[in-house]
């Protein structure tokens, strides 16, 4: 009797041992409440495909959930248990930072499930807007959860959360200064679904940058090059750069090239080589007939320069590099018919003797 009434730290141990054995039965009520909703969560295969529950089901909640349970049922017992004030103050301020963070966890799981059914739903409608807008919704609705969360805790920690956000009021005009980039990049942001001038999986070219667009978020644009590397540039600049979306080219390519021929080269072999490989271009299925050009454009530096353009379809198993080679190495097969030599850049020099008026060529 007299070990049950020794006073420890200003409580009986009786208390103490009451108090112990009540943490021992909630980490053990815990596995209980945590096996309970695993078997649940078998069940998902009862709610409807590709909804919130059964994605929300599919999160990993059944930890975050228990901890609630049992964080709920530590607050009643600390209430019933009569302990020592300091005690039971700590005890408090502890279960609900643990409950606050573990209902921020659950909510953001739910905040998760919300994105992927929203993603699932916007593959059922026409517009490309909708798939731009859900992945930036279900990133807002997260820090939405994560700062109002925050807020939660700090409200259970006894900070004054109405004075704390007067004073981020009153240094707003700092704030505003050191976070001009980051506003600008929101901005920016906005501006690109709002116009939407390329969507997920377009192939753009942006500056010196050209790839597939991986993702739009708050602050950049992913793009994979196609070094297979991801250049992550700022929706600011996107915003403002001029965007060539090459995905919007309606299936066709155009193909554009400049030859130069060496100064020997006749009008007529010109001519003759024109001809020849605008009837080979007018035999392949993929080429726009109405849309080929191939001409002599003028006079170079030391080429005669001719202009190929055209414009043409990719196979379904074939790139464009792989596109354009195939023509190159056609236009090569015709030139070299027509005994035609491709020009490399050449210079002359003349020395005029003023007293003989003798020249000699140099090449």
């Given amino acids: 009797m007299n070990l049950l ?52 089901f599919k999160q990993e909640i059944e930890k975050g959930l228990s901890w609630v349970f049992i964080s709920f049922l530590g607050l009643l017992l600390i209430d019933s248990l009569e302990l020592t004030v300091n005690l039971s103050k700590y005890c408090n301020i502890a ?41 930036f919704a279900s990133k807002t609705l997260k820090v939405s959860v994560v700062v109002v969360g925050a807020l939660i805790v700090l409200q259970n920690l006894g900070v004054n959360v109405t004075a704390l956000l007067a004073g981020l009021g009153i240094g707003g005009v700092a704030l505003a200064f050191a976070a001009q980039d980051t506003v600008a990049n929101v901005f920016g942001t906005i501006t ?31 793009i994979r090059t196609f070094y297979n590397s991801l250049v992550t540039l700022p929706n600011s600049v996107v915003a403002k750069e001029k965007i060539d979306n090459l995905a919007k080219r309606d299936g066709w390519i155009r ?19 024109a001809e020849n490989l605008k009837y080979q271009l ?32 990719l196979n379904v198993d074939e790139t464009e590099m792989a596109n354009v080679g195939k023509y190159l190495d056609l236009i090569f097969e015709v030139a070299e018919a027509q005994k035609l030599a491709f020009a490399f850049p050449t210079r002359t020099l003349i020395v005029q003797n003023k007293d003989n008026r003798t020249a000699v060529a140099i090449t």
């Fill in 5 to 56: 009434n020794t006073m420890i730290f200003g409580m009986p141990s009786s208390k103490w041992f009451i108090f112990f054995g009540a943490a021992v039965a909630l980490y053990f009520a815990r596995s209980l409440v945590l096996w309970t909703i695993i078997k649940l969560k078998k069940a998902q295969n009862y709610f409807p495909k590709k909804t919130f529950m059964e994605f929300f």
């Fill in 95 to 135: 279960l609900k930072i643990f409950l606050s963070v573990n209902v921020i966890r659950i909510c953001y799981l739910a905040a998760e499930a919300f994105g992927i059914s929203l993603q699932e739903w916007t593959k059922s409608t026409d517009t490309e807007l909708d798939n731009q807008l859900a992945p």
């Fill in 192 to 222: 690109i679904l709002l116009d939407s001038p390329f969507k997920l999986g377009d192939h753009i070219k942006i500056g010196d940058t050209e790839g597939t667009v991986e993702s739009i978020g708050f602050r950049s644009t992913v």
């Fill in 255 to 273: 193909f554009r090239q400049t030859l130069g021929f060496t100064y020997d080269a006749n009008p007529k072999t010109l001519q003759n080589f």
């Fill in 282 to 313: 007018l035999q392949d299925p993929n080429i726009d007939r109405e849309r080929i050009s191939v001409h002599f454009s003028g006079f170079g530096d030391s080429s005669l320069n001719v202009i190929v353009n055209f414009h043409t379809k």
